[in-house]
C-alpha cells in the first residue's frame, strides 16, 4: 500500500477533495445540513443533488468573474449566482422526488446557495489554480461531500428507523436517537474519526 500510495502520490494529490482533505470529514465545512437534515438517505441525496448542481456551476462559472472587483462585491456576485442556479435545481427536484422529500430537508435546501464552498473556498482554495486543476478538485470535493452525506443518511435511517430509502429493513434493534439531530455530531463524529486515523497512516507514509 505504502509502495502503490507513493507511487501515485501525484493522482491522489489531484483527488484531495474525496478522501484526505474531504470537505466535511477532514475540513468541517458545511456540517450543518448532514447533522440537521441527513437523517435518512432520500433527504441525503436531495441535498448531494442539490450541493452537487449548485456548488459546482456556481464555483466554474464565477471563476471568470474579474477579479479587479472589490472582494465583497465578488462575494455577493458569487452567492446571485448560486441563487440563479438554486431555481432550475428547485425544479429538477421537484420532477425527481415527492413534494414530502422536497419539505423533509427545510431550510437547508435553499441554504446551499450560501455554503462554505461558494462563499469561503472559492477565492482560497479554487481560483487559485489553473482552470484544469481547479475543475478536478472542485469535481472531488463536491463529490466528497456528496458519498459522505449519503452515508450518514443511510446509517442513521437504517440504524433509527429500520429502513432504507422507505423500504423496511430491520425489524428490530432500532436506535430512534439517531434520527435526532445531536446524534448527527456523534455518527459524523466516528466517521470522522476512523477516517483520521486512516488519514494519518497516508501521512505517515507521505512524511516517510
Given at each position: 500500500m505504502s509502495r502503490f500510495y507513493t507511487k501515485h502520490k501525484s493522482f491522489f494529490d489531484k483527488i484531495d477533495g474525496?478522501?484526505?482533505?474531504?470537505?466535511?470529514?477532514?475540513?468541517?465545512?458545511?456540517?450543518?445540513?448532514?447533522?440537521v437534515a441527513a437523517t435518512s438517505l432520500k433527504n441525503s441525496v436531495v441535498l448531494a443533488i442539490a450541493y452537487g448542481i449548485i456548488t459546482f456551476f456556481t464555483v466554474f462559472?464565477?471563476?471568470?468573474?474579474?477579479?479587479?472587483?472589490?472582494?465583497?462585491?465578488?462575494?455577493?456576485?458569487?452567492?446571485?449566482?448560486?441563487s440563479l442556479a438554486y431555481i432550475p435545481t428547485e425544479f429538477l427536484l421537484e420532477q425527481l422526488f415527492e413534494p414530502l422529500a422536497i419539505y423533509n430537508v427545510g431550510i437547508f435546501l435553499p441554504l446551499m446557495v450560501?455554503?462554505?464552498?461558494?462563499?469561503?473556498?472559492?477565492?482560497t482554495r479554487f481560483f487559485v489554480q489553473k482552470r484544469g486543476?481547479?475543475?478536478?478538485?472542485?469535481l472531488c470535493s463536491v463529490i466528497g461531500f456528496m458519498w459522505v452525506i449519503c452515508l450518514v443518511g443511510a446509517l442513521r435511517?437504517?440504524?433509527?428507523?429500520?429502513?432504507?430509502?422507505?423500504?423496511?429493513?430491520?425489524?428490530?434493534?432500532?436506535?430512534?436517537?439517531?434520527?435526532?439531530?445531536?446524534?448527527?455530531f456523534i455518527v459524523i463524529g466516528f466517521i470522522a474519526a476512523g477516517f483520521q486515523k486512516f488519514r494519518n497512516h497516508f501521512m505517515e507514509q507521505k512524511e516517510n
Open positions: 474525496l478522501f484526505l482533505g474531504n470537505t466535511v470529514l477532514e475540513r468541517g465545512l458545511v456540517v450543518a445540513p448532514v447533522i462559472f464565477t471563476s471568470f468573474v474579474s477579479k479587479r472587483l472589490p472582494y465583497t462585491i465578488r462575494v455577493i456576485i458569487y452567492v446571485l449566482f448560486a450560501a455554503n462554505s464552498l461558494i462563499v469561503r473556498k472559492s477565492e486543476a481547479m475543475v478536478l478538485d472542485l435511517e437504517l440504524l433509527g428507523n429500520g429502513t432504507l430509502w422507505n423500504m423496511p429493513v430491520l425489524e428490530d434493534s432500532t436506535i430512534p436517537g439517531l434520527l435526532l439531530p445531536f446524534s448527527g
